[in-house]
C-alpha cells in the first residue's frame, strides 16, 4: 500500500497513514490540486528558500567562529567559562527551530509575507545590535534572542512554503532549498575569521548583517505558498493531536536526539584542533570544510529518497552519522585525521537536516504543515539548546579531554537511527518497502 501512494497519486496528494480503530494504516484526505513539482514559479520559491537558508540556518553552522572569538583574549566577555559563554550559541541554535511552534500557526493563516518581511527587519537588527554589545547580557540577548527569534520566522516561512510546491520531488527540492545553508557556512566563517583581524569584531558583525539584508530581500519579493490563507481559531490541540499518530511522535522524538549532537562537531571542532596542535590558520577551515563537503550530502540524499523511501534513507543516514562520529572523531588527533573527519561528517550529516521537514510533510495534511511542521522544530529546538551545555560540562568533568564529548556525540546519532525506526515500524511494519 506504501509504495503504491507514492508511485501512484493522479492528482498529486499528499497522503500520509494514520492509525485506525483496528490498527491499519488509514490515509488521510488531503487538498486534493495538484502539485506542480516544478515549473518557473516553483523554482523561484526554491531560489528564495535557498537565500533564506543561506542567511539563518548558514549563521548557525557559523557558530564555532563566535565560539571562538567569545573565548579569545580580545573578545570583552572572555572572563566567562566556554561552557557559559555556549549559551549565546545554543539559544541561537535553539531558538531557529524553537519559534516554529508559533510562527507555523501564523503561516497556516497568513501565509509567509508578513514573516518574511518582520523576520528579515528584526534578524538584521539583531545582528546590528551583537556588533555593539559589550556585557554578556548584551550578547545573549542580541544574538541568542533577537537574531534567533526573527530568523525563525524566515526559516519556517521557508520550510513551510516549499512543501506546498513539490510532492514527488519533495526531498529533492529541500536538498537544494538546505544546501544554501552550507554554502553560508562554507562563505561566512571564512570571511569572518579574515575580516575579524583586519576591521574588528564589530565591524564584521555589520559587514555579515548587510549581506544578510540583500539575500533576504531576495527571499522576501519571491518566496509564496500555493495555498490560500485560511485565518483560523487557536486550538492547543492542533499542537498535541499528532502525538496520538506514533509515526509523528517517533519522528519528533528522533529529530530531538539528532540535534542532541548536531551542532557538537560545529561548536567544538576548532577547539578540539586547536587543543590538538593544529595550527590556527587551518582551523578556521574546518568549519567551511563541513559546510563544504553538505552540499552535496543535502541535495544527493534527496534525490535517493523521493527514490527508495524517505524513511529509509534517514534510518540509514542517521547510523552511518553515528559510525564516523565514533570511528574517526574519537580517535582522530593528527590533522589529517580532523580534516578526514571534517568532510566525511559534512557529508553524511547534512542529509538529515533537509530529510527531516520531508518526513514530518509525508505523514502530514499538506493544510496543516505549519503547526505540524513547527511543533517538530520546536522538540528537536531543545536538542541544539542542551546538546552544547551538556556537552561542556562533560568536557569540564574529563579535565578538557574530548573523549567524552566525542561519545556522547556519536551516541545521538544511533538514538536518532533507533527512534527513525520505530517510526518507520508503524506505519508499514518491517516490510521492505519504499517508505
Same mark, same amino acid.
Given at each position: 500500500?506504501?509504495?503504491?501512494?507514492?508511485?501512484?497519486? !493522479?492528482?498529486?496528494?499528499?497522503?500520509?497513514?494514520?492509525?485506525?480503530?483496528?490498527? $491499519?494504516?488509514?490515509?488521510?484526505?488531503?487538498?486534493?490540486?495538484?502539485? !506542480?513539482?516544478?515549473?518557473?514559479?516553483?523554482?523561484?520559491?526554491?531560489?528564495?528558500?535557498?537565500?533564506?537558508?543561506?542567511?539563518?540556518?548558514?549563521?548557525?553552522?557559523?557558530?564555532?567562529?563566535?565560539?571562538?572569538?567569545?573565548? =579569545?583574549?580580545?573578545?570583552?566577555?572572555?572572563?566567562?567559562?566556554?561552557?557559559?559563554? +555556549?549559551?549565546?550559541?545554543?539559544?541561537?541554535?535553539?531558538?531557529?527551530?524553537?519559534?516554529?511552534?508559533?510562527? /507555523?500557526?501564523?503561516?497556516?493563516?497568513?501565509?509567509?509575507?508578513?514573516?518574511?518581511?518582520?523576520? +528579515?527587519?528584526?534578524?538584521?537588527?539583531?545582528?546590528?545590535?551583537?556588533?555593539?554589545?559589550?556585557?554578556?547580557?548584551?550578547?545573549?540577548?542580541?544574538?541568542?534572542?533577537?537574531?534567533?527569534?526573527? =530568523?525563525?520566522?524566515?526559516?519556517?516561512?521557508?520550510?513551510?512554503?516549499?512543501?506546498?510546491?513539490?510532492?514527488?520531488?519533495?526531498?529533492?527540492?529541500?536538498?537544494?532549498?538546505?544546501?544554501?545553508?552550507?554554502?553560508? /557556512?562554507?562563505?561566512?566563517?571564512?570571511?569572518?575569521?579574515?575580516?575579524?583581524?583586519?576591521?574588528?569584531? !564589530?565591524?564584521?558583525?555589520?559587514?555579515?548583517?548587510?549581506?544578510?539584508?540583500?539575500?533576504?530581500?531576495?527571499?522576501?519579493?519571491?518566496?509564496?505558498?500555493?495555498?490560500?490563507?485560511?485565518?483560523?481559531?487557536?486550538?492547543?490541540?492542533?499542537?498535541?493531536?499528532?502525538?496520538?499518530?506514533?509515526?509523528?511522535?517517533?519522528?519528533?522524538?528522533? +529529530?530531538?536526539?539528532?540535534?542532541?549532537?548536531?551542532?557538537?562537531?560545529?561548536?567544538?571542532?576548532?577547539?578540539?584542533?586547536?587543543?590538538?596542535?593544529?595550527?590556527?590558520?587551518?582551523?578556521?577551515?574546518?568549519?567551511?570544510?563541513?559546510?563544504?563537503?553538505?552540499?552535496?550530502?543535502?541535495?544527493? !540524499?534527496?534525490?535517493?529518497?523521493?527514490?527508495?523511501?524517505?524513511?529509509?534513507?534517514?534510518?540509514?543516514?542517521?547510523?552511518?552519522?553515528?559510525?564516523?562520529?565514533?570511528?574517526?572523531?574519537?580517535?582522530?588527533? +593528527?590533522?589529517? $585525521?580532523?580534516?578526514?573527519?571534517?568532510?566525511?561528517?559534512?557529508?553524511?550529516?547534512? =542529509?538529515?537536516?533537509?530529510?527531516?521537514?520531508?518526513?514530518?510533510?509525508?505523514?502530514?495534511?499538506?493544510?496543516?504543515?505549519?503547526?505540524?511542521?513547527?511543533?517538530?522544530?520546536?522538540?528537536?529546538?531543545?536538542?541544539?539548546?542542551?546538546?552544547?551545555?551538556?556537552?561542556?560540562?562533560?568536557?569540564?568533568?574529563?579535565?578538557?579531554?574530548?573523549?567524552?564529548?566525542?561519545?556522547?556525540?556519536?551516541?545521538?546519532?544511533?538514538?536518532?537511527?533507533? $527512534?527513525?525506526?520505530?517510526?518507520?515500524?508503524?506505519?508499514?511494519?518491517?516490510?521492505?518497502?519504499?517508505?
Amino acid at each position: 500500500m506504501v509504495q503504491e501512494q507514492h508511485e501512484s497519486h !493522479p492528482v498529486a496528494q499528499d497522503i500520509p497513514c494514520t492509525p485506525t480503530e483496528n490498527g $491499519a494504516n488509514a490515509p488521510v484526505k488531503q487538498h486534493n490540486e495538484p502539485f !506542480p513539482e516544478g515549473g518557473i514559479q516553483a523554482w523561484t520559491v526554491v531560489f528564495g528558500c535557498w537565500c533564506g537558508m543561506f542567511c539563518t540556518f548558514g549563521l548557525v553552522n557559523c557558530i564555532g567562529v563566535f565560539e571562538e572569538y567569545y573565548t =579569545s583574549q580580545s573578545s570583552p566577555i572572555s572572563n566567562y567559562s566556554e561552557g557559559v559563554i +555556549s549559551w549565546i550559541t545554543s539559544l541561537q541554535a535553539w531558538g531557529l527551530p524553537f519559534d516554529g511552534i508559533v510562527f /507555523g500557526r501564523v503561516f497556516d493563516c497568513y501565509g509567509p509575507r508578513w514573516l518574511l518581511l518582520l523576520g +528579515s527587519i528584526g534578524y538584521v537588527f539583531g545582528l546590528m545590535m551583537v556588533s555593539v554589545s559589550r556585557n554578556y547580557y548584551q550578547f545573549l540577548l542580541s544574538q541568542g534572542v533577537v537574531a534567533a527569534f526573527s =530568523s525563525s520566522a524566515v526559516f519556517n516561512a521557508c520550510t513551510s512554503s516549499i512543501v506546498t510546491w513539490f510532492f514527488d520531488k519533495r526531498a529533492y527540492a529541500f536538498g537544494v532549498m538546505v544546501s544554501g545553508s552550507s554554502l553560508g /557556512g562554507v562563505i561566512m566563517p571564512i570571511m569572518m575569521s579574515r575580516l575579524i583581524p583586519r576591521i574588528g569584531f !564589530p565591524w564584521t558583525v555589520r559587514a555579515v548583517a548587510f549581506m544578510i539584508l540583500g539575500l533576504l530581500s531576495i527571499t522576501t519579493v519571491t518566496v509564496r505558498s500555493r495555498l490560500p490563507t485560511q485565518p483560523k481559531p487557536f486550538t492547543f490541540k492542533n499542537y498535541i493531536r499528532g502525538f496520538r499518530e506514533p509515526a509523528y511522535a517517533w519522528t519528533c522524538i528522533a +529529530s530531538f536526539v539528532f540535534y542532541l549532537g548536531l551542532f557538537l562537531p560545529f561548536n567544538y571542532i576548532i577547539l578540539q584542533a586547536k587543543d590538538a596542535g593544529m595550527a590556527s590558520e587551518m582551523t578556521h577551515y574546518l568549519l567551511p570544510i563541513i559546510n563544504a563537503a553538505s552540499i552535496p550530502g543535502r541535495i544527493l !540524499p534527496g534525490v535517493l529518497a523521493d527514490r527508495v523511501g524517505r524513511y529509509n534513507i534517514a534510518i540509514v543516514v542517521a547510523w552511518i552519522t553515528g559510525v564516523i562520529t565514533l570511528a574517526l572523531w574519537i580517535p582522530g588527533k +593528527s590533522q589529517s $585525521a580532523i580534516i578526514a573527519f571534517a568532510a566525511v561528517y559534512g557529508l553524511i550529516s547534512g =542529509s538529515l537536516i533537509s530529510l527531516t521537514p520531508t518526513l514530518i510533510a509525508q505523514i502530514s495534511d499538506v493544510r496543516q504543515i505549519g503547526v505540524r511542521q513547527g511543533t517538530c522544530f520546536t522538540l528537536q529546538s531543545f536538542g541544539a539548546l542542551l546538546g552544547s551545555p551538556i556537552a561542556g560540562a562533560i568536557l569540564a568533568s574529563q579535565n578538557g579531554s574530548y573523549w567524552g564529548l566525542k561519545l556522547f556525540c556519536g551516541c545521538a546519532f544511533f538514538a536518532a537511527m533507533i $527512534a527513525f525506526a520505530f517510526a518507520r515500524t508503524t506505519l508499514v511494519g518491517l516490510k521492505v518497502v519504499k517508505v
